[in-house]
């Protein structure tokens, strides 16, 4: 307890270090793509990627985190991010850089991890104050990691902006070396490495066969997508089998954590679909016929509005549940979301539009992600939120990852044979497809349970956190 004063900004700054260094990939995409002498599709993957291994990373640092070597998991995986950093950094191959982003990706299954260890460190009020301070955090971070990540590459190189990353990981990891708490005296708890390993290739075959959709042959892209779902079956059967699965998938035959996992998946697709859209579209060149030419800075200030309106409207979330329902907070999320990817595909003809849209769609993205969460809270025992949040966290990773992917697959059959960028009626193509992604999230919002108003408007007033950590004493994030 005689670290936790410098404990708390040390996780804020870690969880601002890793919002930071895992949007660094977004509003660098073009640029990548010019630097590196890659198609658009193909740099893509320097943000796909990190959310790929984010997906596989957070239950697995959440299982390893919960036994005696927590310290050891959170100083590994920082230290991972910083040469992942120093990669991407070096004038080397598209390759290496894929490879340095991947390396990135481990740090966002630092944030859970640092709020178990809030929990477990604090007590009571200041308990629950660190741990919303940190889910905040995360957001509020990538609003600022975006317009200066593009400063940055703006005046020096993109390669720069890897270089800034790497500095910032440095620092927290010298700052948790000195205050990480030690969690020796917990028992050892088994990692299943199977059930990574099948969840990481799987998801990984899907997102790649769906990535070059346009390029592959028919029997090479039936192979894979076949190979790839089969091994999900594989990991499915395997976590319900094991005695120590990495998610206890056993959580999902509650209708209630069903839904709100699968409202989460599609709502997590529909909403990179959007960012991935908008970064490329305001830095396409005026002369093209649509686009503004905009600086990776003008790019990165065009999605603030999305952090600081998520920001805003998870802490509203508890009052739109009193004043309308809080079986309607869901639908009314998804609701707002598909009106902004509508805007953006019938209505993008100036900036500022953009800049409207993107406030919009924070405004739903936070309704929706704020109360998911309490929902999953309220439908499982105490003892089993740590796993369904866990689940719920993977869930969003891997829709996150999935509307990178596609969007750039949309847009790469809307470019002509031997042109560099699509035409305009790909981003609109692209954007009526989220908006049918956020019809599907909407209406699987609509099918949760009715639950009294007074125990959901309790709940939702409690945490009122934009990731939903209960205030109770729930195991670390990636636990069963």
């Known amino acids: 307890m005689t670290r936790s004063r410098p404990l708390v900004p040390v996780l804020v700054f870690l969880g601002m270090v890793v919002a930071v260094v895992s949007s660094l990939g977004a509003p660098l995409v073009p640029t990548i793509a010019a630097d590196t002498h890659v198609s658009l ?3 893509q993957w320097s943000l796909t990627i990190s959310l790929l291994v984010g997906a596989v990373a957070t239950p697995t640092m959440g ?3 919960d036994g005696p070597h927590r310290r050891t998991v959170v100083l590994v995986a920082i230290a991972t991010v910083v040469i992942g950093c120093v990669l991407a950094a070096l004038p080397l191959s598209f390759p290496y850089l ?34 919303a301070v940190l889910s905040i955090t995360t957001v509020a971070g990538i609003g600022l990691g975006y317009p200066l990540t593009g400063l940055i590459t703006q005046h020096l190189s993109f390669r720069a902006g890897f270089w800034f990353g790497a500095i910032i990981t440095g ?17 050892y708890v088994r990692l299943d490495v199977l059930g990574a390993a099948l969840l990481g290739t799987g998801v990984a075959g899907l997102l790649l066969a769906l ?27 395997q976590e319900l089998r094991t005695a120590h699965p990495l ?8 209708r209630s954590v069903l839904t709100a996992d699968a409202t989460g998946l599609f709502a997590g697709i529909g909403m990179y679909m959007l960012i991935s859209l908008v970064i490329r579209f305001v830095q396409t060149p005026a002369r093209v016929g649509y686009g503004f030419g905009a600086s990776v800075v003008m790019a990165g200030l065009v999605l603030l509005p999305f952090s600081l309106m998520s920001v805003v409207s998870s802490r509203v979330a508890p009052a739109i549940s009193r004043r309308v329902s809080p079986h309607a907070v869901l639908p009314l999320g998804c609701a707002i979301s598909l009106a902004a990817e509508l805007l953006f595909a019938l209505e993008r003809g100036h900036l500022w539009q953009v800049f409207v849209i993107m406030g919009i769609a924070g405004l739903g993205v936070g309704c929706t992600f704020a109360a998911l969460p309490g929902l999953i809270v309220r439908a499982v025992p105490a003892s089993e939120t740590g796993s369904a949040m866990s689940f719920n966290q993977v869930l969003r990773y891997v829709g996150y990852s999935t509307g990178s992917a596609l969007s750039a697959t949309i847009l790469e059959a809307h470019t002509r044979s031997g042109q560099q960028l699509p035409t305009g009626s790909g981003y609109t193509t692209a954007a009526l497809v989220g908006c049918g992604v956020l019809a ?9 349970p009715q639950r009294g108003k007074e125990e959901i408007d309790e709940l939702l007033a409690e ?5 939903g950590i209960p205030s109770e004493e729930p195991r670390p994030v990636g636990v069963d």
Do not use: H, K, Y
Not at 171 to 187: D, H, K, M, Y
Not at 463 to 467: G, N, R, T, V, Y
């Open 171 to 187: 620092i927290a990891f010298l700052a948790a070396l000195v205050v990480f708490p030690s969690t020796r005296e917990r028992p």
């Open 98 to 131: 894929l490879v340095g982003r991947a390396l990135m990706g481990t740090g966002l299954g630092l944030t859970p991890i640092a709020m178990a260890t809030a929990r477990d460190a604090l007590t009571g009020e200041r308990s629950r104050s660190a741990v």
């Open 247 to 254: 998610v206890d998938l056993r959580l999902a035959r509650n």
């Open 63 to 65: 299982r390893l985190g």
């Open 211 to 237: 990535s070059e959709a346009e390029t592959w042959s028919g029997a090479r892209l039936l192979t894979v997508t076949v190979l790839s779902a089969l091994l999900l079956l594989w990991w499915v059967r």
């Open 41 to 43: 599709a193909t740099a």
């Open 463 to 467: 945490e009122s956190i934009a990731d």
């Open 440 to 448: 599907v999230a909407g209406l699987l919002s609509a099918a949760l």
